[in-house]
């Protein structure tokens, strides 16, 4: 529940404690997530951590047939996804345009306030990516999504009943996008920028660098925060934040390699991310980059999956700046572009 959320019948007492069994829950969800896909030995040990994170961030409202609506829908967007990847496997041309087009009208419906939209966002992104640069690691993929979707869900019912909440979330996901009332051009805007890096990576890369630039590049583009400089600013500092922290974590995790200790450290810095994530407020955003940034980064470096030059947290740590300062900045020139400069140029009878 963000601040925005707040039940105004609740006393401050009662709030702040609503605040703290927030952050409780999604540090919870976040290190028996990870330390549950770790211990599988999947290709990407995050995700179920991930998707239930991002659910409770975001205020989700769930009940056991939205929980079941969820996991099909994921399972319906792999299964599209995947018959793309292998019906335009010899035509990257098509490929592109039709995933284009699938990102385009998910970037829309995000616009337009339809949440699910996020869901199929995320596999038009990722499956056809690692299908293009292995069709055995997008197999994967897609059981860690719909299987991770599954866990997360589990996960979020379980804490929920663990730790009730005093209060039903009042809205999802904080203040709507300052963008909305031109949903079609941001669209358009995101699409592009999305986009580009889909044609960059789809020829170079590894499933590495795929997931940890994309996931980034995905989790800014969704925030409302990145329309103002300053805002933006602290969506770097929040990517950098979650490397740092993941670098720091997997140290400590290597000194000790245990899935205890694991499920410990994940949940410390769990509590440091959904503390600042369940006081909501303006900062909320960057505080979910960060969360964001930590899993994927310490996942990927537990990961079983190849190694490449980006193994080195340091370096992992400069891909996601760098895929952060690339997404803000061609995000902000687009929408100017599309935007801002046409609204200013349209002169108003006097």
Known sequence: M????RDKTLA????ADERHALAFR???????GFTLGHLLGWD????????????LAAGASLDLKRALGFVVLMALGCGVSLFISLAFADKP??????VGLLIFLE????ARGQAAATIFLITSSFVPLMAVSSLELAYALVHDLVVGSIVALLLIFLVKALIPAR???QQQGGAKPAEEHAPVVVALANTGVLMSLFVYFMGTGTPTSIIVIMVTAITILQQSAAASKGAALGLVIGNVAGGVAATVAYLLVSLLPSPAFLFLVVLLFGLA?????AAGGARAPIYIVGAATFLVVLGLGLSPLPQDSGTLFLSRISTVIAASLYTIGVASVLRWLLVERPLRSIKLPT
Request: glycine share 8%; aromatic share 14%.
């Open 2 to 5: 963000s601040a925005e959320g």
């Open 44 to 55: 990407f040990p995050f995700l179920p951590a991930l998707i239930a994170v991002q659910l």
């Open 273 to 277: 991310f959904g503390a600042k994530v």
């Open 12 to 15: 401050p007492a009662e709030w």
């Open 26 to 32: 999604i540090a919870l969800v976040a290190s028996g």
């Open 107 to 110: 970037f829309l419906a995000l």
């Open 167 to 169: 209060a039903a979330p």
């Open 93 to 98: 041309g098509s490929l592109v345009f039709i």
